[in-house]
């Protein structure tokens, strides 16, 4: 199904937008390490996704300093901080960013059992009769584990279109390219948009080879109406590298070389994406 997603929209996309768009390598990644302050995110049974998160996106900041210099690195937060979802947007696109990376962990919803407690007597009908007393168990564990990577889904992106249409000179290379008050310049912003997101599934499915060569679970590429991807006027995906109610996962995701394996798995999807964009 990946696979047919990737040559549809490649087939949609005209060659010179996917070979001009952004230019034909990589010199700059924003790393965008989720949620942080006062937002958590998910939880597990002994951390909290924002820290799992931050560790990640530093570890793989550090990959591309020690081997890949080429490619500068820019942090939406390098601390305990909470920058807004637009200053996310804001960091990328002001940084002329060639790609937007978001680093996330996965998690499942409650379930609930219900445990007999003993009874109790009550009137009814002028009678006593027994009554249950139950009580509700919440359980967030679960046995699911693997990586998925999110792009962008399609009905958030007239708000891609409009971030490409304010950063037109960053996306194009050149200043003035794209003149709003020319009809076609709206067709242009949609391919470009277009172009990104094939560009995307590109990416996701490089940084999920690399997981899956590393033993992990392969859940796919797939399309989301995520904010943190529809502002930036670049190329983005959102890796969730885990499932923070799985214990087995969650203790992995909480240790140094976890860590270090997701970042590598990420450094390594990122670095064959560049490389064959300068084929």
Not at 186 to 191: D, E, W
Request: charged letters at 25%; proline letters at 3%.
């Amino acid at each position: 199904m990946r696979t047919k997603l990737i040559l549809f929209i490649l087939l949609l996309t005209p060659v010179h937008f996917l070979l001009s768009a952004k230019g034909k390598t990589i010199s700059k990644v924003v790393l965008d390490a989720g949620h942080g302050g006062k937002d958590i995110g998910a939880q597990g049974a002994f951390s909290k996704e924002k820290d799992i998160t931050l560790g990640v996106t530093m570890k793989l900041g550090k990959i591309f300093a020690d081997s890949l210099k080429s490619v500068q690195v820019v942090y939406t937060r390098t601390t305990d901080s909470y920058p807004t979802l637009q200053d996310r947007h804001e960091i990328a696109n002001q940084a002329n960013a060639d790609l937007f990376i978001a680093i996330h962990v996965n998690s499942t919803p409650f379930t609930y059992t219900r445990v007999l407690e003993g009874y109790k007597t009550v009137k009814r009908h002028h009678k006593n009769v027994k009554q249950p007393i139950y009580r509700q168990i919440r359980h967030h564990e679960t046995k699911r584990s693997g990586v998925e990577t999110y792009v962008l889904g399609l009905r958030r992106n007239g708000q891609k279109e409009s971030a490409i249409g304010e950063y037109s000179d960053n996306v194009s290379g050149e200043s003035g390219l794209l003149n709003e008050n020319d009809p076609q310049t709206a067709i242009i912003i949609a391919q470009y948009a277009q172009t990104f997101l094939s560009k995307s599934i590109s990416l996701g499915g490089k940084i999920q080879e690399q997981f899956g060569k590393q033993g992990r679970p392969d859940l796919g590429v797939k399309q989301m109406d995520l904010e943190v991807l529809a502002g930036s006027a670049m190329p983005g995906v959102l890796v969730e590298v885990g499932f923070i109610t799985n214990v087995e996962e969650e203790t992995y995701l909480n240790s140094e070389k976890g860590q270090q394996e997701v970042a590598l798995a990420i450094f390594k999807g990122i670095r064959a994406y560049k490389a064959d964009l300068e084929k």
